[in-house]
C-alpha cells in the first residue's frame, strides 16, 4: 500500500529557504513518476515539478532556478529544496506518485511566505 507523507512546511520570510520531505512507503522507485504540487487559497492544484522513474526532472517555469527536486531511494523520500521563496509561493505543497493509471497523494504541507 502506498502512503505518502510530508514535512517540512513553515513561515518563512521572502528571500529564504525551506526543504520539504516527503516520506514514500510502497512506492517502486522504477515505476513511479513523483512530484509536488501545490494550491494556494482559491485557487486550483498545480504541479510544481517532478521526477520520471529514469530520474529526469521538470519544473513550471515560475520555480525554475529557484527550486530542486530529488529523491532518495535508499532512504524512500522525495524532497523539494526552494530557495529565494517568494510571497506567491505560499500554499499548501502536496507529494504526489503515479504509475499505471494510479495516482496518490499525501495530506499535505503549508508553506507560508510573509515578512
Known amino acids: 500500500q502506498v502512503q505518502l507523507v510530508e514535512s517540512g512546511g513553515g513561515l518563512v520570510q521572502p528571500g529564504g529557504s525551506l526543504r520539504l520531505s516527503c516520506a514514500a512507503s510502497?512506492?517502486?522507485?522504477?515505476?513511479?513518476?513523483m512530484g509536488w504540487y501545490r494550491q494556494a487559497p482559491g485557487k486550483q492544484r498545480e504541479l510544481v515539478a517532478f521526477?520520471?522513474?529514469?530520474?529526469?526532472?521538470v519544473y513550471v517555469d515560475s520555480v525554475k532556478g529557484r527550486f530542486t527536486i530529488s529523491r532518495d531511494k535508499a532512504k524512500n523520500t522525495l524532497d523539494l529544496q526552494m530557495n529565494s521563496l517568494k510571497p506567491e509561493d505560499t500554499a499548501v505543497y502536496y507529494c504526489?506518485?503515479?504509475?499505471?493509471?494510479?495516482?496518490?497523494w499525501g495530506q499535505g504541507t503549508q508553506v507560508t511566505v510573509s515578512s
Open positions: 504526489n506518485g503515479g504509475s499505471s493509471g494510479y495516482t496518490y
Open positions: 510502497g512506492i517502486i522507485w522504477s515505476r513511479y513518476v
Open positions: 521526477i520520471t522513474s529514469g530520474g529526469s526532472t
